[in-house]
C-alpha cells in the first residue's frame, strides 16, 4: 500500500547518504543521494527540487529531534525509491559566483544536467519529480523541454499566471528592489516569516528553528531571479507542452497558490493521468507543516500509481 513503510525492520538511521557533483559548463552543482540498501534498481528514482529561499538539503533532508520522517528523503528511501536533490546554481553548496540573477530557466538548465548525470551514473529514468513553489516552476519547465526524462511530475505550491496570489501581490511591491541586485540577504526572522504570513500555527516552533538553522548554515543569502520571474514574468510554462502525469498538490493556506488559478492550469493538462489535491491545514512549505505526513501520503500514492489497464487509442 502507498505510504506504508516497506521494511519494516528498517528505520531512518539505515538510510545511506551519498554526495555527488556534476557540471552545467564551468558551474559546479552538488547533488545528494538516499537509498536504501544499495544504490539503483529501486522502486523509482525520485528528484526533488527546492525553491527560492533555501537550499536542497534543508528542504529534503531535514533533521527535527523527536519528529519522525522529517527528511522526505529518508522517507521515500524507505519507501524503495532512490532520492536525489540537487542546489540550483546560486544556493547551497553549488557555484555562486557568476554574475546572474539564476532565474527559472536557469533552474531549469540545472535539472536538465543533474537528471543526465543522474541516468549515467544509475541508470535510472525516466524520473519522479517533485517541486515546490519556484521549484515547481523549474520541475514544470524542465518536464516541458525533456519530457522523456519524467515519469511522473508532482507541482506543489505551484503558481501559473499569479493571479490570486496575495503573497505575490505584496512581493511585487518590492520587484524594483530585487532587480537593483543580483541577490536578497536572509536569515532567521526571514525564514519564520515564510511560516507567518499565510496560517500561523501550521508549523511547529521547533521545526521552524531547525528549518532556519539548515538554511542559515549554508547560505546568507539568495538569488532574486526566481523573485523577480514570479512577479514580473509569469506565465512561465505552457500547461499543453507539459504532457506527462501529472499532480497538482495545494496547501489549504497557501498564499503563493491561488486556487483557481491552479484549477485552470490543471484543465489545460492534456494527459488524462493527472491529480489535483488540496491537503487541509498546510500552508505553503508542506515538508515543515504539522500535517507533512498528509504530504507524503498524497505524493507517495502518485509516485505509486499503478498503470491504468485500459487507455482508449
Not at 508532482?154 to 511591491?173: I, M, N
Request: hydrophobic share 40%; net charge negative; charged share 25%.
Amino acid at each position: 500500500m502507498a505510504g506504508d513503510v516497506m521494511d519494516e525492520a528498517a528505520n531512518e538511521q539505515d538510510v545511506i547518504g551519498e554526495e555527488h557533483w556534476t557540471h552545467k559548463g564551468d558551474v559546479k552543482l552538488f547533488l545528494w543521494e538516499k537509498y536504501l540498501g544499495k544504490p539503483g534498481n529501486k522502486k523509482g528514482t525520485v528528484l526533488f527540487v527546492h525553491g527560492s529561499s533555501m537550499a536542497s538539503q534543508p528542504t529534503f533532508d531535514l533533521h527535527v529531534e523527536g519528529r519522525p520522517f522529517s527528511s522526505a528523503m529518508n522517507y521515500f528511501a524507505l519507501q524503495g525509491y532512490d532520492t536525489w536533490c540537487v542546489d540550483m546554481e546560486g544556493y547551497g553548496r553549488s557555484t555562486k559566483d557568476r554574475d546572474i540573477t539564476c532565474d527559472i530557466a536557469n533552474g531549469a538548465d540545472d535539472l536538465a544536467a543533474a537528471s543526465a548525470y543522474i541516468e549515467k551514473t544509475r541508470g535510472a529514468g525516466p524520473l519522479l519529480v517533485y517541486g515546490i513553489s519556484s521549484g515547481a516552476l523549474r520541475a514544470a519547465l524542465f518536464a516541458e523541454r525533456h519530457p522523456e526524462r519524467v515519469k511522473r511530475l508532482a507541482l506543489d505550491a505551484f503558481v501559473w499566471t499569479g493571479e490570486g496570489s496575495p503573497t505575490l501581490e505584496q512581493r511585487r511591491k518590492k520587484l524594483p528592489q530585487f532587480m537593483a541586485s543580483k541577490r536578497r540577504p536572509i536569515d532567521y526572522a526571514f525564514v519564520q516569516s515564510i511560516f507567518s504570513r499565510d496560517h500561523p500555527g501550521c508549523a511547529e516552533d521547533k521545526v521552524v528553528d531547525a528549518f532556519a538553522e539548515a538554511i542559515t548554515a549554508l547560505d546568507d543569502s539568495m538569488p532574486n531571479g526566481t523573485y523577480i520571474d514570479m512577479c514580473s514574468k509569469l506565465p512561465l510554462v505552457d500547461p499543453d507542452r507539459i504532457t506527462v502525469p501529472t499532480l497538482i498538490m495545494r496547501g489549504q493556506y497557501d498564499g503563493i497558490a491561488g486556487f483557481e488559478d491552479l484549477v485552470k492550469f490543471f484543465e489545460k493538462l492534456p494527459n488524462p493521468d493527472k491529480q489535483f489535491t488540496v491537503m487541509a491545514g498546510i500552508s505553503h512549505a508542506s515538508f515543515q507543516q504539522k500535517n507533512y505526513m498528509l504530504a507524503y501520503h498524497v505524493l507517495a500514492g502518485f509516485f505509486d500509481q499503478p498503470k491504468s489497464v485500459y487507455r482508449e487509442g
